[in-house]
Nanobody, 115 residues
Framework: QVQLVESGGGLVKPGGSLRLSCATSGFTFGTQVMRWYRQAPGKEREHVAV???????NYADFAKGRFTISRDNAKNMVYLQMDNLKPEDTGVYSCYVIWGQDEYWGQGTQVTVSS
């Protein structure tokens, strides 16, 4: 079965960095577009970044210039490097994939940006 397991979240001060990882299994990773989403307390889930099978990436406006999505098809991993973090980046970050006709989410990893 498809599994997505995020890690790398934590508490960081404004201006700091975190690198999130998403370990995947149960599907042909190299053939699928991968996405990161986030959800802040009391807010709707929002799209953060997407990466195509060959590494082409696109970002939400708030992520441009600060976040970098990447993937390692040999390890079935997708990453989100987050730099210059701001308090408004606080939330639960989840990776996402569509496989077949179904959508799959990881359990998420908490990112808290606070001084």
């Amino acid at each position: 079965q498809v599994q997505l397991v995020e890690s790398g979240g934590g508490l960081v001060k404004p201006g700091g960095s975190l690198r999130l990882s998403c370990a995947t299994s149960g599907f042909t990773f190299g053939t699928q577009v991968m996405r990161w989403y986030r959800q802040a307390p009391g807010k709707e889930r929002e799209h953060v970044a997407v990466i195509g099978t060959r590494g082409t990436a696109n970002y939400a406006d708030f992520a441009k210039g600060r976040f970098t999505i990447s993937r390692d098809n040999a390890k079935n991993m997708v990453y989100l490097q987050m730099d210059n973090l701001k308090p408004e980046d606080t939330g639960v970050y989840s990776c996402y994939v569509i496989w077949g006709q179904d959508e799959y989410w990881g359990q998420g990893t908490q990112v808290t940006v606070s001084s």
